[in-house]
C-alpha cells in the first residue's frame, strides 16, 4: 500500500496553532505506519486531580480525500472540538457526578457525547477492560 498524503495537508498543518502547549502534527505512527493520523496533543489539568497537569495525545486517521484547504480546516478544526467536548465532559459536574463523562474503555469512542449512561463506563481508563 502506498503512503498516499493529501496534497497540501502537512503544509497547513505545520501552520496551525492553537492553545500554549498543544502540538497539532501529522504522523504515521499507528499499524504498519500505513495510515495518515492527525495527532493533536493537549496539555490540560489532569480532571481526576486538578493539581496535576497531564498530556493527552489525540489520535485522528485522516480521511482519504481531496478537500481543498477551507474544509480541511474545517475537518481539523471539528477534530480539536472533540478534543475540548470530551475534556469539558471530563470537567463537568452535577453535584460532583460527570454526568457527561466520556467512555474510555476499549471498544468506546472517547469523543462521543454521553448523558451519564452507565456509571462504570466513565470510570474505565483507556484501554482497559470494563
Given at each position: 500500500?502506498?503512503?498516499?498524503?493529501?496534497?497540501?495537508?502537512?503544509d497547513?498543518?505545520?501552520?496551525?496553532?492553537?492553545?500554549?502547549?498543544?502540538?497539532?502534527?501529522?504522523?504515521?505512527?499507528?499499524?504498519e505506519?500505513?495510515?495518515?493520523?492527525?495527532h493533536?496533543?493537549?496539555?490540560?489539568?489532569?480532571?481526576?486531580?486538578?493539581?496535576?497537569?497531564?498530556?493527552?495525545?489525540?489520535?485522528?486517521?485522516?480521511?482519504?480525500?481531496?478537500?481543498?484547504?477551507?474544509?480541511?480546516?474545517?475537518?481539523?478544526?471539528?477534530?480539536?472540538?472533540?478534543?475540548?467536548?470530551?475534556?469539558?465532559?471530563?470537567?463537568?459536574?452535577?453535584?460532583?457526578?460527570?454526568?457527561?463523562?466520556?467512555?474510555?474503555?476499549?471498544?468506546?469512542?472517547?469523543y462521543?457525547?454521553?448523558?451519564?449512561?452507565?456509571?462504570?463506563?466513565?470510570?474505565?481508563?483507556?484501554?482497559?477492560?470494563?
Open positions: 500500500m502506498s503512503e498516499w498524503e493529501p496534497p497540501g495537508l502537512r497547513l498543518v505545520d501552520q496551525l496553532t492553537y492553545k500554549p502547549n498543544w502540538m497539532i502534527y501529522l504522523g504515521r505512527d499507528n499499524e505506519e500505513r495510515w495518515l493520523t492527525l493533536i496533543v493537549s496539555d490540560t489539568l489532569n480532571s481526576y486531580d486538578t493539581s496535576r497537569k497531564i498530556r493527552v495525545n489525540h489520535s485522528f486517521l485522516v480521511p482519504m480525500a481531496t478537500y481543498n484547504e477551507a474544509t480541511w480546516l474545517a475537518w481539523i478544526f471539528d477534530q480539536i472540538c472533540d478534543v475540548e467536548a470530551h475534556e469539558a465532559g471530563e470537567f463537568f459536574m452535577l453535584d460532583g457526578l460527570r454526568v457527561f463523562a466520556p467512555h474510555h474503555g476499549n471498544g468506546e469512542d472517547p462521543r457525547r454521553w448523558f451519564m449512561g452507565d456509571y462504570a463506563d466513565t470510570r474505565v481508563r483507556a484501554g482497559q477492560e470494563k
